[in-house]
C-alpha cells in the first residue's frame, strides 16, 4: 500500500508539471483557430509558423540574445566565483552577498535600475542595452552554481600544480575548469533558460527595433491565444530536449 501511494504522489506530481505542456502539444495539432474543441489534426499552424516571419525574426533575436547572454555570463560568473573560493581580500563577503541580493531582487527593480542607468550614460535601447542586462540577469546564478561546485575540489590538487610551476592560468585552465564542467554547464543552461523566457527586463531594455520572442507573444496572447504560438511553444521544447540530450553526451564523453 505504502508504495502504491508513493507511486501515485510522484504521478501527480509529473502530472502537475507536464500536463499544461501535453495539452499545448494536443492543441498544436488541433484544425481550429479560435475553438479549444478538437476539429481534427493538422500541420498547417507549423507551415504557418515557418512563414511568419515576424514571429521567427523574434525567436531568432531570442536565440542570439540567450545564446550570447549565457556565454558571456558563464564566462564572468566562473572566473568570479574562482577569485571568491581561491583568494581572500577585503570587500569579499560583501561581493558574495551582492549576489544572492541580486538573485532575491524583483525583475521589475533590476529592469528599473537598469532602464536609469542606461538613459544616464545615455545609451539608444537596442540589442546592446538588452544583452548587458541579460547579462546582469545571469551572472550571478553561474557564479553562485559554479562556487558550490568548488568546495568539493581537493585543494592538494590545486596545490600541487602550483608546487610544480604551474601559473594561476595554467591551473584554471588545466585543473579547475575540467573539474567544474559540470557545474559551468549547468550554469550555461540556467542562464540560456533564464535569458530565453524573461519578460520584464526585456521589456524594459529593448528598444523598438528589436523584438525579442517573450514580448512578441506576450503582445500576441493579449488577444487570444492562437494555435501558431502552441507550435512554437512546441518547437522550443523540442529544442531544450535536443540541447539537454546534446549537454548530457558532451559531459559524458569528457568524464
Known amino acids: 500500500m505504502s508504495r502504491w501511494l508513493k507511486g501515485g504522489y510522484a504521478a501527480s506530481i ?3 508539471l507536464y500536463l499544461p505542456l501535453v495539452v499545448v502539444a494536443v492543441f498544436s495539432f488541433n484544425d481550429s483557430r479560435f475553438s479549444l474543441a478538437w476539429h481534427g489534426f493538422t500541420l498547417d499552424w507549423y507551415v504557418r ?19 550570447s547572454a549565457a556565454t ?4 564572468l560568473g566562473t572566473i568570479a566565483a574562482f577569485v571568491l573560493h ?5 570587500g569579499r563577503r560583501l561581493l558574495f552577498g551582492t549576489f ?10 533590476i529592469a528599473i535600475s537598469l532602464l536609469l542607468l542606461f538613459l544616464a550614460l545615455p545609451l539608444n535601447l537596442g540589442f546592446h542595452t538588452l544583452l548587458l542586462a541579460h547579462i546582469v540577469l545571469c551572472v550571478p546564478f553561474v557564479a553562485i552554481t559554479v562556487f558550490s561546485r568548488f568546495h ?17 592560468y595554467q591551473v584554471f585552465r588545466h585543473i579547475v575548469l575540467p ?27 529593448t528598444g ?3 523584438e525579442v520572442l517573450p514580448l512578441r507573444i506576450y503582445s500576441m496572447v493579449r488577444l487570444g491565444i492562437r494555435p501558431d504560438v502552441n507550435a512554437l511553444c512546441v518547437a522550443m521544447i523540442v529544442f531544450t530536449i535536443i540541447a539537454l540530450i546534446l549537454t548530457k553526451i558532451l559531459l559524458k564523453e569528457k568524464k
Open 100 to 109: 544572492f541580493v541580486m538573485m532575491m531582487s524583483p525583475d521589475i527593480v
Open 14 to 16: 509529473f502530472l502537475f
Open 72 to 75: 558571456l555570463a558563464t564566462f
Open 179 to 205: 573539474l567544474a564542467a559540470p557545474a559551468v554547464a549547468a550554469g550555461w543552461l540556467l542562464s540560456f533558460t533564464l535569458s530565453l523566457d524573461d519578460v520584464i527586463i526585456s521589456f524594459f531594455n
Open 86 to 90: 581561491q583568494y581572500r581580500f577585503a
Open 152 to 168: 568539493r575540489f581537493q585543494h592538494d590538487v590545486i596545490d600541487a600544480a602550483r608546487d610544480l610551476g604551474a601559473s594561476e
Open 208 to 210: 523598438p527595433g528589436f
Open 49 to 67: 509558423l515557418w512563414h511568419n516571419t515576424g514571429l521567427m525574426t523574434a525567436a531568432v533575436n531570442s536565440l542570439i540574445i540567450a545564446a
